[in-house]
């Protein structure tokens, strides 16, 4: 005999359960548990909710997710226009800065231009030599552009130095500061005279001073004078700024130990005006009876 319920059997017994079911549920739903609402309809429900409330908060998670994915998309899609909108505004800012700059330097050579007795002709710094003991430019102005060599050569802050090398397009200029150069100068105040020459190469690469010399050892002298072009040298035309005093103390021997700051930062400079050299002195050929 075996132990196991025959395939007929097991019918029987699930066609009963449900049955019983159906009859459970046909009474159940006959009974009034009150507010018009069956015994059925309240098992059912207390059955269902559980379920239903899990699937409902599923469903709103999973959507809630997807919108702030989406409206995440949408950020960063709108943080990307906004960081390019502002690389552009920076880069127009820059280039704005730059025009006014460059408006502002014109504007000052303009105005030295007008206040000097000859005329000259603007350049731009093109170039920086390359030796760390010499003291040279590069302009992008040359022989047919008028430029001769002994030219001097201003910025909107004072002289800058003399062209000593040219070619049709480009010419060399060797600064103040370069230790081969001279300027005869002026002390504005007390109108003492002296020559301002550079440091760089004499006292090391890194000088930027000019040293002044000829100056008697008991000229009133002050930190702080200005220095003028006199005229002296032929090269400069007189009045123009050359620099201020930065140290004036007791010399070894019968002048004075004067330093000097040039009025023009060759590191910053970019426009310049190149005058014409001085004319020839006038030689008196006639011999005296």
Do not use: C
């Not at 909108?85 to 880069?91: D, I, S």
């Not at 002026?186 to 090391?204: P, T, Y």
């Not at 000088?207 to 400069?236: C, F, K, M, W």
């Not at 005093?245 to 930062?265: H, I, N, S």
């Amino acid at each position: 005999m075996s132990v196991f319920p025959s395939p007929e059997s097991r019918r029987s017994r699930g066609l009963l359960v449900v049955l019983v079911i159906l009859h459970v549920a046909f009474i159940s739903r006959q009974v009034d548990v009150g507010g018009g609402r069956s015994l059925l309809q309240r098992a059912l429900f207390a059955l269902l909710y559980p379920l239903e409330l899990g699937v409902t908060r599923s469903v709103s998670g999973v959507r809630n997710a997807w919108q702030e994915y989406v409206d995440l998309r949408g950020v960063r899609a709108e943080n990307a226009a906004l960081e390019q909108r502002l690389a552009g505004l920076e880069l127009e800012l820059q280039e704005t800065r730059a025009a006014a700059e460059e408006g502002r330097r014109l504007r000052g050579l303009l105005d030295l231009r007008s206040a000097l007795p000859r005329p000259g002709s603007a350049a731009r710094v093109v170039g920086r030599g390359a030796l760390p003991w010499y003291r040279t430019l590069v302009l992008d102005r040359g022989s047919r552009d008028g430029v001769a060599l002994d030219s001097p050569v201003v910025g909107p802050q004072g002289i800058v130095g003399r062209v000593i090398e040219v070619t049709d397009l480009a010419a060399k200029v060797q600064a103040l500061t370069d230790h081969r150069s001279g300027v005869a100068v002026l002390f504005e105040r007390s109108r003492l005279s002296g020559v301002a020459s550079g440091q760089v190469g004499s006292a090391g690469p890194g000088r930027n001073e000019l040293r002044v010399e000829y100056v008697p050892a008991r000229a009133d002298v002050q930190v702080g004078d200005v220095l003028v072009t006199s005229g002296l040298d032929h090269i400069y035309p007189p009045g123009l700024v050359v620099g201020r005093v930065v140290r004036a103390a007791p010399g070894t021997g019968l002048f004075q130990e004067v330093l000097a700051e040039p009025a023009v930062d060759l590191a910053r400079l970019e426009v310049v005006l190149v005058l014409p050299p001085q004319p020839p002195l006038p030689l008196d050929l006639e011999e005296a009876p």
